[in-house]
């Protein structure tokens, strides 16, 4: 026999009779529970839970409640996770009548103080259901004791520090159920005011609890401002996901505003707030970061903001960049250029600098990129301000760029102190968002330096930062650049698992050809020349896409590789590698060219064109005045020594 707590059986004591108290379901027993009883009928995860949770481990409410999404998904006629919509979680009949009445049981009183802490919420403390239910004292500890006594509600210490749980969500729900829309209204604005006059220091720590009572209660103007002070602080401490839903919820509110221009203007610092948070948790060629600005542009001119027209020039500057529209990205970087110089607003224009550099080097423009970068660092000062930059500190980036364009211009050693000064920069800074990309774009160089422990540790930290706060946009190319450095110390298999893994995340964007010549690098050294060709092939096709990129030929000189190693015909090689040449020298990058030079020299060998390879890699590495400890800089050096040696040899 079972029986609820409150009942005192006469037979309790007697030697034959034991009591076994019940616990409640775990998360694993209710989740078994759940899909026992779905059987074979589809139910999605997030469903799932969502019962388990809710039920709090009665097994009573898990039945209840799955059979009522099942039935809601066969009224649907389009299966149980269609049905499965948070509506169809509500209360079951035949729970909502069992839990109604025993609260109709209680007496008028007693239900009113269980509507109001409904209306509060899961959990609520007695000063503020004492300065909500309106009751007087002795009313109010009578009718807390009998829904206590009755199981329906936990309590934990004495009044007026006494604190006050609903047993389960399901009791709460029935409470809240029972009031009338404009009871509902008056409720949560009567708690909403109780927590402002009585409550400051919640106010201040959990804005949203205010931001929700005053949306519930039907006054806009209050919930809006509480919903972007909440999301606010949720991005002060890199909540990201947490700041979009609560933006978003202010947003949901904003046409209930009367004055149109107060619309505009509420809708315009919601939409701003919004988009570095989306830029965090969204790859930047996502939809939803390309409405935001679209809508934050058209929001600035409607009221003539060109300060924060700069801000949504960049966001959408960066969105068609990751689309790979390259027209449109740069149109965008060239108008938030001008509007900041006409601003004479020192900030706007380094992030505009930034803006335009970053263009450029999506599209190879090596040399124009790197004078961009240079300009907006040589205004960048320390004590600047850029609140509603979307993405990474502008300061920083001018300073993480440049250091490997530098690389690819043919200046090994000279990135080295740039990097120092970045890291410095983002680690103060104490942005995760910034700190990732900077520790990416470092872990790049030591990849670019041939460096795979110092660039595993690097990337290492940088996909760890990203998983911790949930970056979607950095952690793709982090995680690539660490199944690099494993590639490259010998671990070719899970190496290669992480980078492919990394190329799927990634999707469509402007850095997809660097991840495809990081996994063509790895493929290669692995032997696998056919897979090594595809990835290089893959990454020239994204190339085409922007009209030239950093990494554009050193994916030729991939692509020769592979084909030179069995993937191919020789003089199908050689036209790939000579092309890896040309592009360095339009680019002027010398370290890409000599990487080219190398390849073809070795090339020339093998064809008994001794004197052809000499010539074409002794003036490459003849130009380089630093970096002749790195690894590419000793292999040019060890390669020309072999080619002259017979030379000298005949000579003698």
Not at 568 to 582: D, F, L, P, Y
Request: hydrophobic content about 45%; glycine content about 8%.
């Amino acid at each position: 026999m079972t029986f609820r707590p409150e009942f005192r059986p006469p037979w309790v004591g007697q030697p034959h009779v034991a009591i076994i108290v019940l616990n409640r379901l775990g998360g694993a027993d209710g989740t078994a529970m759940v899909k026992n009883l779905v059987g074979n009928a589809p139910l999605d995860a997030k469903i799932v839970t969502e019962i388990v949770e809710r039920t709090d481990g009665v097994p009573l409410f898990v039945e209840e409640l799955t059979k009522a999404v099942l039935e809601a998904g066969a009224d649907h006629r389009a299966g149980a996770n269609a049905g499965a919509q948070a509506a169809s979680l509500a209360v079951p009949a035949t729970l909502h009548a069992s839990l109604l009445g025993r609260l109709d049981r209680l007496g008028a009183t007693a239900k009113h103080v269980a509507q109001v802490g409904s209306a509060i919420g899961r959990d609520f403390s007695y000063e503020l259901i004492a300065a909500a239910a309106r009751l007087d004292e002795g009313e109010l500890q009578e009718a807390l004791h009998g829904l206590v006594d009755s199981g329906l509600i936990f309590q934990r210490g004495t009044p007026p520090a006494a604190s006050y749980l609903f047993k389960h969500a399901l009791v709460q729900d029935t409470a809240y159920s029972t009031l009338l829309r404009t009871r509902r209204r008056e409720l949560h604005r009567v708690i909403a005011g109780a927590l402002e006059e009585h409550f400051p220091e919640l106010v201040e720590t959990r804005r949203e609890v205010l931001a929700h009572h005053y949306t519930e209660a039907g006054c806009p103007a209050q919930a809006i401002a509480y919903w972007q002070k909440a999301g606010a602080a949720a991005a002060s401490r890199s909540a990201h996901l947490e700041a979009v839903d609560q933006f978003g919820r202010g947003l949901a509110l904003v046409e209930a505003l009367p004055d149109m221009r107060e619309r505009a203007e509420c809708e315009l610092q919601l939409q701003m707030a919004l988009g570095p948070a989306v830029f965090a948790t969204e790859l930047h060629g996502h939809p939803d970061v390309g409405k935001t600005y679209a809508r934050a542009w058209e929001l600035c001119r409607q009221l003539g903001d060109d300060s924060r027209g700069i801000t949504a020039l960049r966001g959408l500057m960066v969105h068609h960049q990751n689309l790979l529209e390259m027209d449109k990205s740069q149109h965008f970087a060239e108008e938030g250029l001008r509007v900041a110089e006409r601003l004479h607003d020192e900030a706007r224009v380094v992030g505009a600098h930034l803006a335009l550099g970053a263009v450029q080097y999506t599209q190879g423009k090596l040399e124009l990129a790197l004078a961009q970068f240079r300009r907006g660092l040589e205004l960048f000062d320390p004590n600047m301000r850029f609140p509603d930059w979307p993405g990474s500190h502008p300061g920083v980036q001018c300073q993480i760029f440049p250091m490997v364009i530098s690389w690819m211009l043919g200046y090994p050693d000279r990135p080295l102190e740039n990097l120092r000064a970045g890291l410095e920069t983002a680690e103060t800074l104490r942005h995760p968002f910034t700190l990732a990309q900077a520790l990416s774009y470092t872990a790049r160089l030591h990849i670019f330096r041939r460096e795979p422990s110092t660039a595993a540790n690097y990337a290492g930290r940088a996909v760890q930062i990203c998983d911790e706060h949930r970056i979607v946009q950095w952690r793709a190319g982090a995680i690539c650049e660490r199944g690099w450095a494993l590639g490259a110390s010998g671990e070719s298999e899970t190496g290669l698992a992480q980078i492919a893994q990394a190329v799927e995340d990634y999707g469509l964007g402007s850095q997809r050809h660097m991840l495809l010549a990081l996994q063509a690098d790895v493929q290669l050294a692995a032997g696998d020349r056919e897979a090594a060709l595809a990835s290089a092939i893959a990454g020239l096709d994204a190339v085409e896409k922007t009209g030239g990129a950093p990494l554009e030929a050193e994916l030729y000189r991939l692509k020769g590789e592979a084909l030179l190693a069995g993937a191919g015909t020789v003089s199908e090689a050689e036209a790939a590698i000579e092309k890896c040449i040309a592009v360095a020298r339009r680019q002027n990058a010398k370290s890409w060219e000599l990487r080219g030079a190398m390849s073809l020299a070795r090339l020339r060998r093998r064809q008994g064109r001794q004197q052809e390879a000499v010539a074409l890699l002794k003036p490459i590495l003849g130009w380089f005045s630093e970096g002749f400890d790195t690894a590419d800089l000793k292999e040019a050096r060890a390669l020309l020594d072999e080619l002259t040696e017979p030379a000298i040899a005949a000579e003698r």
